[in-house]
């Protein structure tokens, strides 16, 4: 015989809401629980099920161009955010991005460099992480920067990155650092570059 027990609210033995229904929304957990699926249990979510598993994240874009000096590793300026769940961009002092959740991130960026006509040396784009670079492991440019282009003939170029990276929640940081030499003049970061990151995991 089928049994079927209504309620509203399961409380634990301190009074505290553990199974709640209300409005067609059911919370479960308290404040300071932790849910658990055990081995060899699963959980099936639809295909859009789910919302807020990737925060924080953020979106932000250079507003303006940039002019750096010539062979100098510089800051990139993101002045303004598309997006940022959290909060953990700084876009006006800082331009670095510091989650809130500790685990590992999915960052990416993409950066502009102008110049005159046929003036370019070099450019390159890196992460800093902490103050640090964060170097790339590939070869054949093992514990350099992560992205280089030499003797480019142009009068601009464009560099892209990624890569994941693991942050502590608290005070670990990343931000974003370019160096553009030209033959003669100033470069320029171009109005636009982009600098985002998402949470994939513990």
């Known amino acids: 015989m089928a049994s079927i027990l209504k309620v509203d609210t399961?409380?634990?033995q301190s009074g505290n809401n553990i199974i709640n229904e209300n409005a067609d929304t059911i919370t479960i957990g308290a404040s300071g629980d932790t849910?658990?699926?055990?081995t060899g249990a699963t959980m099936t979510v639809p295909n859009g099920g789910l919302s807020g598993q990737n925060y924080p994240a953020?979106?932000?874009g250079s507003t303006s161009d940039q002019t750096i000096s010539s062979g100098v590793n510089t800051k990139v300026i993101f002045g303004g955010e598309l997006?940022?769940?959290?909060?953990?961009f700084d876009s006006s002092t800082n331009h670095r991005f510091t989650p809130t959740v500790a685990g590992k991130y999915f960052c990416y960026t993409t950066v502009r460099a102008d110049g005159a006509a046929s003036t370019f040396n070099y450019m390159i784009?890196?992460?800093y992480k902490n103050g640090s670079i964060v170097p790339n492991y590939m070869p054949p440019f093992a514990n350099r920067p992560f992205a280089r282009f030499l003797n480019n003939?142009?009068?601009d170029f464009t560099l892209n990155i990624s890569l994941t990276?693991?942050?502590?929640?608290t005070t670990d940081y990343l931000e974003v650092f370019s160096e553009v030499e030209l033959t003669?003049?100033?470069?320029?970061?171009?109005?636009?570059?982009?600098?985002?990151g998402y949470r994939i995991g513990a």
């Open 83 to 88: 997006y940022d769940t959290n909060n953990c």
């Open 125 to 127: 784009l890196s992460f």
């Open 165 to 169: 990276v693991d942050f502590n929640g």
């Open 58 to 60: 953020f979106e932000a």
């Open 35 to 38: 849910i658990t699926v055990p």
């Open 10 to 12: 399961i409380q634990d």
């Open 184 to 196: 003669t003049g100033s470069p320029v970061l171009a109005r636009g570059c982009i600098f985002g």
């Open 153 to 155: 003939p142009i009068d």
